[in-house]
Each structure stands twice: as C-alpha cells, then as structure tokens.
C-alpha cells in the first residue's frame, strides 16, 4: 500500500526541483514584459494557443491582458485562438485539425505582433503549424514548453522550457510564469506610455489594408491615466 503523503511528497518534490532552474528565466520574462508593454501599447496584439490544459493557461493569460492583474488600466489587445470554437471546428473540418490556429494566425496576425504557442510536450503539430505561418507573417513567436530541446522551442525565436518531464509541473509553472509577464507588462507600461508624452502624433495617412490604430490609456493604483495615440 502506498504510504500516506507519498503522492503529496512527490509532486512538490518533482516541482521543487524544476523551480531551481526556473529562476534563470527572469531576464527573459522581464524582457518579454517590456517587448509585450511596448507593441501591446503601440497598437499591436498578442495571439496565444494551446491544446487541452495548455488551451486554459493561454487563455487565463489572456484574461489578464484583456481584464487586469491587479492595477486598473486600458485593456491590451489578446486573443486566445482555441477559444474561437466556430473558427477552429470550421478550419479543422475544412482543412484539418493541423490547421486550425495557423489559419487565424494568417487571418489575424500581423508583421509585429506577437503569438506565444504554450506545449508541454512542445511536439503538437498544430502550434508548430501555427508557430511557421507566424513566422511567415512577421510574428515574434515565443513558446511556453517542457523540456527543451523540442520542436516548438526550435520553431519559435524564444522559448520558455521548464526543465521536468512531469507534465502537471510544467503546466503549474507555466501558470507562474504567465503572472510573472503579466507582472512585468504592468510595471513597463507606466515608463512606455510616459516615454510617449508629450511626442507630436505624426500626420494621420489612410488606413492601409490590414492597419490598425488604437490608443491607450493606462490607470495605475487610482490615479489618472494619459490617453497616448498609437498606430500599428
């Protein structure tokens, strides 16, 4: 019989052990932060997938950007394509389940934006399909994954690789990982916005096929935010 608290042992033992080397990704988080701050406040916007437990970090991912972490501010553009379940059923019944985020890749992404592909396994031939058409289009592509190496750390220019073959650890640490980004969008805003004040807006030109404009607004603990005019 397995002894009482083996189960428990093991599991936060197994995390433990992934968490040593995860504290080597502070740099990278922090500059996926400012890199997200920057486009997302420019007008640009973040695509993310996943597949199964991978699909609900993604999509909390996004909850944050579109909702809030903690500050009041603007809601920042992204967009969980799993969660589009009209479009994926149709794209997988018409051109394959392979298909089913590379096609809104192509249908929403633009040159500068930026697509985060989450795997525990990093194998899933529908995010390496989506990670080259966003490569195609002109995305920064990021990756969330177990072990590297692995084909969708490749397929991506960057890629955040939890070292544990326990796939239920690489998940709760993706989980860390996707408020720690939050975090770091949060504490560039302030000095991205602020860097834009005061900038005369250049002279409007008529919206080209597939531009985008927006503008935004960020209010921290209270206060009052400075409306910033973007183009993307």
């Given at each position: ?6 189960l428990?042992?093991?599991?936060l033992?197994?995390?433990?052990a ?13 500059g ?13 916007r973040?695509?993310?997938?996943g597949?199964?437990?991978s ?11 579109v ?6 501010r ?8 799993h ?9 997988g019944?018409d051109y394959g389940?392979?298909?089913?985020f ?14 985060l ?6 194998t899933?031939?529908?995010?390496l ?10 995305l ?5 994954t ?15 690789a939890?070292?544990?073959p ?13 408020h720690l ?14 860097a834009?004040?005061g900038?005369?807006?250049p002279?409007?030109e ?11 607004e ?15």
């Open positions: 019989m397995m002894a009482a608290g083996s428990l042992e093991t599991h033992a197994n995390l433990a992934a968490l040593l080397p995860f504290r080597d990704y502070e740099r990278m988080l922090t996926w932060g400012e890199t997200l701050a920057r486009r997302l406040a420019g007008g640009g973040l695509l993310v997938a597949n199964g437990g699909a609900a970090e993604a999509q909390h991912l996004t909850a944050e950007l909702g809030k972490l903690r500050d009041d603007q809601p920042l553009s992204a967009i969980a394509l969660a589009e379940t009209s479009a994926m059923t149709a794209i019944n389940y392979d298909e089913v590379a096609r809104q890749v192509r249908a929403h992404g633009r040159a500068g934006d930026l697509l592909l989450l795997s525990t396994s990093g899933s031939p529908n995010l399909t989506a990670a080259q058409a966003g490569r195609d289009a002109g920064s592509c990021w990756a969330f177990g072990p590297a190496p692995n084909p969708l750390a490749d397929a991506c220019h960057e890629a955040l939890i070292a544990s326990d796939s239920q650890v690489v998940q709760e640490l993706h989980l860390v990982a996707t980004l939050c975090e770091y969008v949060d504490q560039a805003l302030p000095a991205v916005l602020g834009s004040v900038v005369t807006p002279s409007v008529p919206v080209r096929s597939g531009g985008v404009r927006t503008g935004v960020v209010v921290l603990d209270g206060g009052a935010g400075q409306g910033v005019q973007a183009r993307g």
